[in-house]
């Protein structure tokens, strides 16, 4: 469906797209003045932006956010959540707000100075403040997100982690907040601007997605590229805090791998780091106008991205919020649709124009996870060969991907034994590098500070569990052998790990009778004679996993038994080589 069928396209003959509202408001002053600042700088009160805010701030600075000169004021503020305009009358669909602590309000006075500074303490601009109040967030969450339920993420995250002041002002830009990682990739409007003009592009359609690019993704913008006349813009959105987009470098390199399948010179890749609000509609628009300032003249928004589940068509969302508010917008808008693979047809198409009765194929992300863990080939049909390459690097199958096994007893209940045999086994596999973070070595090198109380035994298990975690990620296998009594830290420990590579949880579980009866260090005897207080299982308590994946009763079996125990369960995850050579698919 061309843009045309939806909303107006923006009639633009020879020119770019102009930025909204008229001119690119970029807010960086030069060189002489951004060095002035920072002098006077030593004498103004500070604030250290979130990764967040850091994101707002570099889109005003950069005139992404055009024509905002700063951070909204109060009558601008409730005008965009009442009806999505600022008070001079121009379209603006979500509140750019700078909040801040009571302790850093009461001690700001309106006209003055406050330093903004980047996570790394750089000052990024200096804020002349021009209005401070306390917004009413309930009515902000209902206006922006239509609810004021918690169970929506979106309002969750604005009552739960927006400080009660808010800070309106003009900002004057000193420098721009650093991105060591694919600086290519991070151009400003301006910047892309200048590129589109040097290859001579005027209409181009920008898509947006936090997606790998697949078959489908790249024959739907070809298309619609070709309906409209168009080049292409991929605005790749990221997360503005990498550490909570743990496919980030993964999924780049595939944008990059998918970019030589366009025809040459027809696509422009570039990073998008306007933070995820889930605010629907209004959120779609902002990306809509953060891509006019770049330059677009059409925009398809990804509306899934920026939708909470169970919240109804989003597609639909987006029209009627367009229509009612949005129709002066220069850059046109539409949602984004999914094609799918019509093999009798060796075509892709969008699921109205399937003809009846042919058959489909379609790959869910749950099944591609799969398919990756167990090592088995993604087809032809669905991505390129170079994506699948580096989806593969990524997401390793299980048996080279790193894990942890997690030993939880009391104290003589043989983890540590079992532990040892168990690292001798891996080590003799030899395909990874294998770890023993033993209780007594743990104690001696990381937490030898520590005493055995509830809340030191729980900061032990979670030090414990970020060196498993780092060497998880990083490939290799990390055995903790702990006595780890209470349960909840466990499963924080669980949930941590998870989501990088394997988690194995062993309960041994030989009974206190056993464990004192072996005695072996003598610590039973003194606990029992009062000489070592808060011992476990004699005057501390032990929480038996209710989660373990394997229990392991050592009484009367010999280590060696026990740790096959282990190596089963592992093999049957999938953990120890299966013998399938991933690269014989690629
Ligand atoms: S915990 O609870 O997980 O932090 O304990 P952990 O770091 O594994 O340390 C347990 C080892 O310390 C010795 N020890 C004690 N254990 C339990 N309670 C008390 N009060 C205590 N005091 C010293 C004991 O040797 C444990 O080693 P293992 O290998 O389990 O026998």
Redesign the pocket.
Known sequence: MPHSDNVRPHENKGHLTPAHGGRLVRLLVDRDRAAELSDQSRSFPSWDLTAAQTSDIEHLLTGAYSPLTGYLRRQDYEAVCANSRLTSGVFWPLPIVLDVPESTASSLEVGSSLALRDAEGVMVAVLTISEKWKPDLQAEAQAVFGTTSRDHPGVDRLLSTTNEWYLAGDLAGTTLPMHPDFPSLRLSPAEIRTEFSRLGWRRVIAFETNRPIHRADQVYMLREAMSDGAKLLLHAVVSAAQDEDKDYFARVRCYQAALPYYPHLSVKLMLSTVGLRLAGPRESLLRAIVNQNCGCSHFIASTDLVTASGEGNSADALVAYHSEFAGGLAISVKPASRLLYVPDLDDYVERANVPDGARVLTMSDKEVGERLDTGRDLPSWYTFREVKRELRRAHPPRHKQGFTVFFT?????G??TVAKVLQVKLLQMGDRPVTLL???I??RNL?SE?T?SKD??DL??RRIGFVASEITKNGGIAIC?????YNAVRKEVRQRIDPLGGFVLVHVSTPLETCEARD??G?YAK?RQGM?????GI??PYEAPDDADVVIDTTGIAAEEAVWEVISHLERQGYLGSGIKEEDNL
């Open positions: 007893g009391l104290s003589g209940a983890k540590s033993d209780g007594d743990v104690r937490s520590l055995f030191h035994r032990n298990i052998a702990p006595i780890a009594p072996r260090k610590l606990a070592i207080k808060e011992f476990t005057s501390d």
